[in-house]
């Protein structure tokens, strides 16, 4: 099972919104609703920020939200802060040999 | 409060055996299918095993099947993982998560990680 897709890296100034992509395919992304986002510092443990491609766990931040397009999944951060500097993983349940795959990861720097 | 708590990391030669432990508290335990995710050096996460509730049924990622066991004991609320043969690619920050039955597929809360070296 190959990981899905992420851009390495996304960068926006405070009080932006920007966009992180996570691509897989019809077994993973695009068969089930079951597309969750983590954020993880270093050498910090990850930290659930949406799930079920759209859902926010309660004390999660509304700039934070989620939603998907065919195998496409993304997750937007609105107004952006210097806190939200962080490394942003997807993950989804998958029909395939593993039933869970994360993304490659993305590295959000704030300008 | 909800928490999960791996030990048992280290430093091991390769071909060497260790014993993870995650302690949680907080929640039913025997209510969750729980699993190990990890995390190389500078790398991804990387899920690779799981157990059910009441630990009958387990799976592994090829990359670990044969050399590595997941287990749990609801009386202890402890998750564990048997790690033998170890190769110098097991190098990594060990993480135990946990999903809700019959809900989200979404790892809700995490270990803080425990690091296991393969080196000789």
């Known amino acids: 099972q190959s990981a899905l897709t992420q851009p390495a890296s996304v960068s926006g100034s405070p009080g932006q919104s920007i966009t992180i992509s996570c691509t897989g395919t019809?077994?993973?992304?695009?068969?089930?609703?079951?597309v969750s986002w983590y954020q993880q510092y270093p050498g910090q443990a990850p930290k659930l920020m949406i799930y079920d491609v759209t859902n926010r766990p309660s004390g999660v931040s509304n700039r934070f939200s989620g939603s998907k397009s065919g195998n496409t999944a993304s997750l937007t951060i609105s107004g952006i802060q210097s806190e939200d500097e962080a490394d942003y993983y997807c993950?989804?349940?998958?029909?395939?040999?593993?039933?869970?795959?994360f993304g490659t990861g993305t590295k959000v720097t704030v300008l | 409060e909800v928490q999960l708590g791996e030990s048992g990391g280290g430093l091991v030669q390769p071909g060497g055996s260790l014993r993870l432990s995650c302690e949680t508290s907080?929640?039913?335990?025997?209510?969750?299918?729980m699993h190990w995710v990890r995390q190389a050096p500078g790398k991804g996460l990387v899920w690779f095993s799981r157990i059910n509730s009441d630990g009958s049924s387990t799976y592994y990622a090829d990359s670990v099947k044969g050399r590595f066991t997941i287990s749990r004991d609801n009386t202890k609320n402890t998750l564990y993982l048997q790690m033998n043969s170890l190769r110098a690619e097991d190098t990594a920050v060990y993480y135990c998560s946990r999903i809700p039955v019959g809900g989200t597929r979404a790892f809700d809360i995490w270990g803080q990680g425990t690091t296991v070296t393969v080196s000789s």
């Open positions: 019809s077994s993973d992304v695009g068969g089930y609703n079951y």
């Open positions: 993950s989804s349940y998958t029909s395939s040999n593993t039933p869970y795959v």
């Open positions: 907080g929640f039913t335990f025997s209510s969750y299918w």
